[in-house]
């Protein structure tokens, strides 16, 4: 299929300031694959870089294509593609790296210093008609999974990645602080890795609601007026026990403290949520407790896994998608994102002009 001339991009140029605008069409290298764009979901950092110019530490200097959760489908090949044919529908892993540091070399290739990744400055991201992308980053979806849920592999793919590097195993007993979409794929992965117990805390109901709807035994809200010793008992009260792995999907500094001191001895912390650069923990207690506090940074070989839960019906992502915009409507589905009017999970943008509501 060749493509169009039309590639309409969502080109972010500052603060509040998304514009639709065409772009050339690109040509894949030898190692690339033309994608047709099909699905791309906004992400929280999709937000942060549209309503402050920036997310941590990366700012946008000039004006940036948006977007990184995304499907696609193959309709040219580089000469040297032999994982893809055309017509292939594949999620598109978004961080590309050099593949010859000592990072890449010792399989953690996300931590690669070198390391492409779509819509973080400056790398142009794929919400757009058309976008190449290096082949052996884009994986294969099996004929019974969706576009939309290709485009839900990289969110899903973080709390893959969490669950992971807790060794989340069967029996696990767990507290999740935060229930927005991170961590609400954190826990679809664990509970499809065997945890036998989850309380996920929010400040919102309707949040709650929907981490029930998706397999949460326990849900907390936390109210302005409790202290972090009384979350900390209601997390014990609701599980009759210690977590043994926390996961904090918030950033927020009060969450973090409640899961270092709700997690049980020899347990395990994983900080997911990106929050301030420095926060004020109860490390002594971690110590004591011996209690490991593990950083997670996106994901590394995790896409297989993703694809593998859905495909197996062992993780339904279909609840979490609750919009659905096209790419000529970008501004008006980043302003239910930026807005969290109609109470969004996943917005999605479909970028292929004869997709049609369903
Ligand atoms: P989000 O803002 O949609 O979700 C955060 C949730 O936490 C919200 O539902 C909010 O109501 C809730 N919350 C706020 N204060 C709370 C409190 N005191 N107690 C309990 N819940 C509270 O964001 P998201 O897209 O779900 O992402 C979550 C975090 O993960 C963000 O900090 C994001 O930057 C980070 N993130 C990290 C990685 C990584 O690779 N480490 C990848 C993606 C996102
Ligand atoms: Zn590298």
Redesign the pocket.
Known sequence: MAPTKDNLSAVLYGINDLRLEQRPIPVPKDNQVLLQMEVVGI???DVHYLVSGRCGPFVVEKPMVIGHEASGTVIQLGKDVKNLKLGDRVAIEPGVPCRLCHYCKTGIYHLCKDLFFCATPPDDGNLSRYYVHDADFCWKLPDNMSLEEGAIMEPLS?GVHACKRANIKIGDVCLI???????LVTLLSAKAMGASKIVI????DV?LKMAKQLGADYTLK?EKNMTEEQIVKKVHELLGQEPNVSFD????E??VRVCVSSTGLAGVVVL????KIEMTLPLTNALIKEVDVRG???YCNDYPTSIEMVSSGRVNVKPLVTHHYTLEDSLKAFHTAKTQEGDPIKVLIHANPNWKPS
């Open positions: 992400c929280g950092s973080v602080t935060g229930a927005g979409p991170i961590g805390t929010d400040v919102l949040k936390i999907c918030t950033g927020v009060s969450c997911v949520g990106l929050g997670v940074f996106r």
